[in-house]
């Protein structure tokens, strides 16, 4: 299994561009997350998908929009990057098996910078 | 509101030498704890978790965390740090809520480790 993966590695926009950060997973996880890291404050959840065609939205949702058609996958669009949206973002997946918690597992990361 | 203290920014041992680090979390019930690892450039690797049963909870790497309900804390500890472990540590108390397994992520540990 590769786990969950991440695309592109490294990203520079420019204000204004929009763009979509992708991820994908092969553990056939029901749950999917985004989140962003910034320096001094851990990770904050942006966005996050309970299964195919349902998301919701996390902590720091404006800017982005996101969407889940196949269980597989779940992009993060940027629509119009803004310099505020410089930051790590983390791709994160987990199972579902009832009404119990279970780990996430992570991608590797994208580590976007908007000029 | 749900929140995670990690009271320490960095922390700088030398190789041989024992580490602890702090957690401290505010939180409805008592969540899920979760202690990931991040090496530079790299995404987050879960190192243990705390579910339910004995406190004294063993991971990967030779760390250990303690669950001390009482003082709401779960501080990670490994007796003997090797250069390895130089890397930001995250605090991470977790629930089901809504149908999705919530994280919250303290704002990270730096360790440093000297030869």
């Known amino acids: 299994n590769a786990g969950v993966t991440q695309t592109p590695k490294f990203q520079v926009l420019k204000t204004g561009q929009s763009m979509t950060l992708q991820c994908a997973q092969d553990?056939?996880?029901?749950?999917m997350s985004w989140y962003r890291q910034d320096p001094g404050m851990g990770l904050r959840l942006i966005h996050y998908?309970?299964?195919?065609?349902?998301?919701d939205q996390g902590e720091v949702p404006n800017g982005y929009n996101v969407s889940r058609s196949t269980t597989e996958d779940f992009p993060l669009r940027l629509l119009s990057a803004a310099p505020s949206q410089t930051s790590v973002y983390f791709c994160?997946?987990?199972?579902?098996?009832?009404?119990?918690?279970?780990?996430?597992?992570f991608g590797p990361g994208t580590r976007l910078t908007v000029l | 509101a749900q929140s995670v203290t990690q009271p320490d920014i960095h922390i700088t041992v030398s190789e041989g030498a024992s580490l602890e680090l702090r957690c401290n979390y505010s939180?409805?019930?008592?969540?899920?704890l979760f202690w990931y690892v991040q090496s530079p450039g790299q995404g987050l690797q879960l190192l243990l978790k705390?579910?339910?049963?004995?406190?004294l909870v063993q991971g990967i790497k030779g760390f250990e965390a303690e669950f001390k309900r009482s003082q709401s804390s779960f501080n990670l500890r490994k007796p003997s740090v090797h250069w390895s472990d130089a890397a930001e540590y995250f605090c991470?108390?977790?629930?089901?809520?809504?149908?999705?397994?919530?994280?919250?992520f303290g704002a990270g540990t730096r360790l440093a480790v000297h030869p």
């Open positions: 991470a108390p977790g629930g089901f809520s809504g149908g999705y397994n919530k994280l919250i």
């Open positions: 998908s309970v299964g195919a065609g349902i998301t």
């Open positions: 553990m056939n996880h029901e749950y």
């Open positions: 994160a997946s987990s199972y579902s098996n009832g009404n119990s918690y279970n780990e996430q597992f």
């Open positions: 939180y409805g019930a008592t969540p899920y």
């Open positions: 705390y579910f339910s049963g004995d406190t």
